[in-house]
């Protein structure tokens, strides 16, 4: 297994990490837990070391399928988890990174991950309600405590990032990231580089949609949150077919899927982009695997770029009221 480094932080990584919340959370009936902890080890086994899961999916129950599973490998592995939702009894479900919930959040998550130290301690969403700082702040504070080792940042804007660095050094910011979605590019990719910040895409793969396995008469069982995505109508799948089309068609020449190029993608835009895609099942898990043996030449990238920017993605990624809870 290939590794990586999230910037320059030194935090070294398999160069494609696993995403946690599918196996319970998001995406219809929960699967069989034995059979997830089963698929955890299974990538441990394939040299997978880098793990992403938060308080909220579940919300909890992920945590402790992640900790469950892992706990006897803890030196052999990076588990990364969120907190900044109010999920406090009687709480308003809404962003809370308030310093007094961010040192229960990290205490709790020590136990569901039978760890001694968060290895990666994010902000799931930024809480207009309590300045940068201050989380950054208390981040800090845990880390010269020894309760976590690294701090990052999930979907916020390069402003945020900056003011959040000056405090505490962001290891890694996470935010989605793929051919259908390219914001980051704009703003945050360059903050990245500058700072010398990881980037860990998630939803590398579209949520499922450029595995090519989803068009317009797919069905999405309940729970499944795509259902109520704008992306994800019938309408939308349909129109945005053509981009599963070029990644089928330079598959095709590569002798790879369409999720491997664009995976392959992925990891060709920068050396500290670790993207995590999730999956329930084994063979995906070895599918998504295959991408870090596909090379994408120069004029590879280029030819995706070109045909890439001819092609319009219909539908926004979030609901209106979702969509204010990212880039600030």
């Given at each position: ?49 880098f793990f992403d899961t938060a308080e ?273």
């Open positions: 297994m290939q590794t990586r480094k999230l910037g320059k932080s030194g935090l070294e990584v398999s160069a494609l990490g696993l995403g946690c919340m599918g196996m319970n959370h998001h995406r219809g009936p929960a699967p069989d837990r034995n059979a997830m902890i089963a698929l955890l080890l299974a990538a441990v086994a394939r040299g997978v070391t909220v999916y579940g919300p909890f129950t992920n945590e402790e399928l992640v900790g469950e599973a892992l706990a006897p490998l803890a030196k052999e592995v990076i588990i990364a988890t969120k907190f900044g939702f109010d999920l406090d009894p009687g709480g308003s479900g809404g962003p809370n990174s308030r310093p007094e919930r961010i040192r229960r959040v990290a205490e709790a998550s020590l136990k569901r991950l039978r760890v001694e130290a968060i290895d990666l301690f994010y902000q799931h969403r930024v809480d207009p309600a309590v300045p940068i700082e201050d989380v950054a702040g208390t981040v800090k504070d845990l880390i010269a405590e020894g309760k976590v080792k690294h701090f990052g940042l999930s979907e916020a804007g390069a402003s945020t990032i900056r003011r959040a660095h000056a405090v505490q050094p962001v290891t890694a910011l996470q935010s989605e990231y793929s051919l259908w979605w390219r914001e980051p590019e704009a703003e945050v990719l360059p903050t990245c580089e500058e700072l010398g910040i990881g980037f860990v895409p998630f939803s590398p793969l579209g949520r499922g949609f450029l595995t090519g396995k989803i068009d317009e008469t797919t069905v999405f069982g309940a729970n499944d949150n795509r259902s109520g995505l704008p992306r994800f109508t019938p309408e939308a799948r349909k129109a945005n077919q053509p981009v599963v089309q070029l990644l089928e068609e330079i598959g095709r020449a590569k002798g790879a899927t369409p999720a491997q190029i664009a995976l392959a993608w992925l990891l060709a835009q920068k050396p500290w982009i670790v993207p995590i895609p999730g999956t329930t099942k084994l063979a995906r898990l070895d599918e998504n695997l295959g991408a870090i043996d596909v090379a994408l030449s120069a004029e590879d990238i280029s030819a995706i770029e070109s045909a890439s920017a001819s092609l319009k993605i219909e539908g926004a990624r979030y609901p209106e009221t979702d969509q204010k809870l990212v880039g600030r």
